[in-house]
């Protein structure tokens, strides 16, 4: 059983950045593929970035790509959402997620792992 912890969310402007972390319990850590995926009231849950398990492949939503960005530190078991240039469209529970495979997808049926969710709200 692999637990998952966020952290980092919270209340930013319209153009400002947030770090969110999420930790994980596996010491198998490098050998999941991990992945951040967002949930806005009323909607469904969206592929936000996914990071492959020796962080060599990285994949991005259209709508986040260029502003976001995704990382691992293997040693830390801990990985990473480098959210700038927020958007009010931001909004939403960030959610990390693992697979048990090293290697990553944007479909959230192949993350077996999930976290509890941190909030993200950008005021505009």
């Known amino acids: 059983q692999v637990q998952l912890a966020e952290s980092g969310g919270g209340l930013v402007q319209a153009g400002g950045s947030l770090r969110l972390s999420c930790a994980a319990s596996a010491r198998t850590f490098s050998s999941a593929a991990m992945a951040w995926f967002r949930q806005a009231a009323g909607k469904e849950r969206e592929f936000v970035a996914a990071?492959?398990?020796?962080?060599?492949?990285?994949y991005y939503a259209d709508s986040v790509k260029g502003r976001f960005t995704i990382s691992r530190d293997n040693a830390k078991n801990t990985v990473y959402l480098q959210m700038d240039s927020l958007r009010p469209e931001d909004t939403a529970v960030y959610y990390c997620?693992?697979?048990?495979?090293?290697?990553?997808?944007?479909?959230?049926?192949?993350?077996?792992?999930w976290g509890q969710g941190t909030q993200v709200t950008v005021s505009s």
């Open positions: 997620a693992a697979a048990s495979s090293p290697y990553a997808t944007r479909s959230a049926f192949y993350y077996i792992y």
């Open positions: 990071i492959s398990g020796r962080g060599s492949n990285t």
